[in-house]
C-alpha cells in the first residue's frame, strides 16, 4: 500500500476498538433464521458497493496522479527552472497546510 510520505496509517488498535460499557447495557436478542439471512444479504450487498467504491476511487486517484504527471513534465519543459519553483511553492502550502509534514522532511 502507497501512503504518501509523513503520513502515518492508523494503528490497528485504534481501528477495531470497542467501547466495552455499550456492551454491558445490551440484552439478548432473538433474530428469526429469515432476518438474519436478510441481514447477512444486507452486509454482503454492503461490502461488494464498498469494494466497488474503493476501486472507482483508486482509479480517480491514479488518474489524478498521471494528469499531475503529464502537467509538471510539461511546465519543466516550457519553464527551465519549474522544478526549483514547484519544490518552493510546494513546501509553502505544506507549510501552511500542516506545519508537522515539513518537519519531517517530506519533500516532492
Known amino acids: 500500500m502507497n501512503h504518501h510520505k ?5 494503528a490497528v488498535e485504534n481501528i477495531w476498538h470497542i467501547d ?4 454491558k447495557n445490551m440484552t439478548e436478542t432473538k433474530i428469526s433464521a ?7 444479504t ?3 450487498a454492503q461490502g461488494e458497493l464498498l469494494a ?9 486517484v491514479d488518474s489524478l496522479r498521471i494528469e499531475i504527471e503529464a502537467l509538471k513534465k510539461t511546465l519543466q ?4 527552472d519549474f522544478i526549483m519553483r514547484y519544490r518552493s511553492t510546494y513546501k509553502e502550502q505544506i507549510q501552511s497546510y500542516n506545519p ?3 518537519s519531517e522532511g517530506n519533500q516532492r
Open 6 to 10: 509523513g503520513v502515518k496509517p492508523p
Open 20 to 23: 466495552c460499557s455499550l456492551l
Open 34 to 40: 429469515t432476518d438474519f439471512h436478510l441481514l447477512q
Open 42 to 44: 444486507e452486509t454482503e
Open 52 to 60: 466497488k467504491e474503493r476501486i472507482e476511487r483508486k482509479a480517480e
Open 77 to 80: 519543459e516550457l519553464l527551465p
Open 100 to 102: 508537522d509534514l515539513v
